[in-house]
């Protein structure tokens, strides 16, 4: 009873400070005591039961277009069973004439650790917007999952994303993760970066990894979560002489780069229904000259808004971000390539990282020489919304702290945990919407009718 006044007046707050500061970037006065992000014990997630059973499964696109799937799963054993291919079929169909693919497998150590049978298989030649069953395992082990294939690539055609950054794996993210799946509308995950916060944990705990992998698989088995890799990926530690970064996650999870002609997994491009998606890396090398930038270079010539009318960037670091956490780690990055996006009027910009919830208005900042002074973000309807989704609920909590006053390219900001929907309607319009974890499903904390900068770049306002 206590606690539904406290949370009505909280309600009553942020109403009038959103009436009170109208032309005013907004800070949510929404203000829960912050919770401890405790993380779920490695017992929560144990393997599924069967000799050598397939877990930890997920998919992600395995094209350019939508027509591919990359099945991912670890075993056990390497045993010469069969445990190595996916069969699959038409869901239209009885499934008596299976498909069948076989993966790659591989393993990789980890200071003592070594991991199981980690198989990535790529299907090719789906029919768009067509239900398909898969199966993995043998004999006793057999486990069945499906999944919808996109419609085909076109203008007007309606997607929605579900948008989550900085999962991790406490009991927050486990909010997150079943927010997000309670609601029908999502047919796909942009995933920000920062997946298991295994190394938060002595030695880079690789257990953990397999956790985080049994732990979203609910979701990420049914549909693709596209992937940006961000600073916890890269499990970069000398002092356990392992120098190879990326290593975990580029053995785990898979990714179409080379559809995209990239020469690496942590930077590629796909299009989906009609979103143009550029997934860049913040913990590569983008400088002038080096691969990253040569790539985003000839690729933003490839997009073709006739076609794919949305264009949407994933990267870790916010290049926007008010808050104290992170602040300026992704300036470097937005120095290098903000004029890029601003000339190719990217729509939006999702990152993580910073662990709260912020958007921006269209701003950019790209008149700035050093010796001009004129280094203040201004409004620019060809700039993208910047959005930080960090707010997935890890192990390092809650990003509470923020610069004050509100800088004027801030739109909204409000340290809570939480996931974004993004529903395409057609080129001109896409619904944005925030859920809070807290709320239930259907209560939206932030919303913003988009325009797509393309065919209608006229002003938004919430
Ligand atoms: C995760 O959330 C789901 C849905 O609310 C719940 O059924 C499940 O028990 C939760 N898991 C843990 C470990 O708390
Ligand atoms: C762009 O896409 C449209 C629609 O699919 C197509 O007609 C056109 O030829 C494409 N343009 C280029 C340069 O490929
Ligand atoms: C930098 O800005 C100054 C002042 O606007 C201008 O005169 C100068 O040409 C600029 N330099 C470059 C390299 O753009
Ligand atoms: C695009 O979607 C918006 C929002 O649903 C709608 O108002 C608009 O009429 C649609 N445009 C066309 C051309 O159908
Ligand atoms: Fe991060």
Request: proline letters at 6%.
């Amino acid at each position: 009873m206590k606690l539904n006044r406290l949370t009505l007046f909280c309600y009553a707050v942020l109403l009038l400070s959103i009436f009170a500061v109208s032309h005013a970037g907004v800070t949510s006065s929404y203000v829960r005591v912050s919770e401890p992000s405790e993380e779920m014990p490695l017992e929560t997630f144990p393997p599924p039961a069967g000799l050598n059973a397939p877990e930890q499964v997920h998919i992600t696109q395995g094209d350019h277009s939508g027509r591919g799937m990359i099945i991912s799963w670890v075993t056990p054993l390497n045993v010469d069973d069969g445990s190595n291919i996916v069969r699959y079929w038409n869901a239209d169909t009885d499934g008596s004439e299976k498909m069948s693919a076989v993966a790659s497998t591989s393993t990789y150590r980890y200071y003592d650790y070594t991991s199981g049978y980690l198989h990535h298989a790529t299907i090719k030649g789906l029919e768009y917007d067509t239900k398909y069953f898969y199966e993995l395992g043998t004999g006793r082990s057999i486990r069945q999952f499906n999944f919808m294939t996109p419609p085909k690539v076109g203008p007007d055609v309606a997607y929605t994303f579900g948008v989550i950054g900085d999962l991790g794996q406490t009991y927050a993210s486990n909010q997150t993760l079943y927010n997000y799946m309670s609601n029908p509308k999502g047919q796909a995950v942009l995933f920000a970066g920062d997946l298991s916060y295994a190394d938060d944990h002595p030695n880079h705990d690789q257990r953990k990894w397999d956790s985080y992998g049994r732990f979203v698989e609910p979701s990420a088995a049914y549909q693709p979560w596209i992937w940006a890799a961000g600073n916890h990926e890269i499990d970069y530690a000398q002092s356990l002489g392992e120098t190879q970064p990326f290593k975990p996650y580029m053995n785990r999870y898979h990714v179409p780069y080379r559809a995209s002609q990239s020469t690496s997994p942590l930077w590629y491009s796909i299009k989906r229904a009609s979103a143009y998606i550029i997934v860049l890396s913040s913990y590569s090398a983008y400088d002038k000259y080096t691969p990253q930038n040569s790539w985003l270079q000839d690729e933003l010539k490839k997009v073709n808004r006739s076609e794919t009318p949305w264009l949407i960037v994933l990267v870790h670091a916010p290049w926007y971000n008010s808050n104290n956490y992170h602040y300026m780690e992704g300036e470097s990055m937005r120095v290098t390539f903000e004029p890029w996006f601003v000339e190719n009027k990217v729509d939006i910009v999702f990152a993580g990282h910073v662990h709260a919830y912020e958007r921006s208005e269209r701003v950019s900042n790209i008149k700035y020489n050093i010796t001009d002074g004129m280094s203040t973000p201004v409004k620019d309807q060809s700039a993208p919304v910047y959005i930080t989704i960090g707010d997935g609920g890890n192990i390092e909590g809650i990003a509470n702290s923020y610069t004050e006053p509100q800088p004027s390219y801030s739109a909204f900001r409000e340290a809570s945990f939480g996931h974004a929907m993004l529903e395409i309607k057609n080129r001109t319009h896409a619904h944005y919407t925030w859920h809070r974890n807290k709320d239930d499903e259907p209560i939206i904390a932030d919303a913003i009718w988009l325009k797509n900068r393309y065919y209608l770049p006229e002003e938004e306002t919430t």
